[in-house]
């Protein structure tokens, strides 16, 4: 069974930063394409940035330069790194598995984690 677990938010100031974690099982995490996506109180949600298996990387020109995706593949984890947080930055932060194994990006994504919360006070 596919599971997600994020770890790492919190409540940060202005300009402060953050680590967050994916902790990935039940699949071979090394062979799929890996997405950040966020979802502000009363918002859709917003894909964030995606890492391929082998680590070529796409970011949102919203958090362009601030964040920086990363992966370990012998521990089965994702990171994002956050760097220069603003309020517009508040959202719950999920990673989402991309559909296709193999593949770079995930066009689709078939599981989220629960999410990790992240608040960033002016």
């Known amino acids: 069974e596919v599971h997600l677990v994020e770890s790492g938010g919190g409540m940060v100031q202005a300009g402060g930063s953050l680590r967050l974690s994916c902790a990935a099982s039940?699949?071979?995490?090394?062979?799929?394409?890996m997405s950040w996506v966020r979802q502000a109180p009363g918002m859709g949600p917003e894909w964030v940035s995606a890492?391929?298996?082998?680590?070529?990387?796409w970011y949102a020109d919203s958090v362009k330069g601030r964040f920086t995706i990363s992966r370990d593949n012998a521990q089965n984890t994702l990171y994002l790194q956050m760097y220069s947080l603003a309020p517009e930055d508040t959202a719950l932060y999920s990673c989402?598995?991309?559909?296709?194994?193999?593949?770079?990006?995930?066009?689709?994504?078939?599981?989220w984690g629960q999410g990790t919360q992240v608040t960033v006070s002016s």
């Open positions: 890492i391929s298996p082998v680590g070529k990387t």
């Open positions: 989402a598995r991309g559909l296709t194994p193999n593949t770079d990006y995930p066009y689709t994504t078939d599981y």
């Open positions: 039940g699949f071979g995490f090394s062979t799929y394409p």
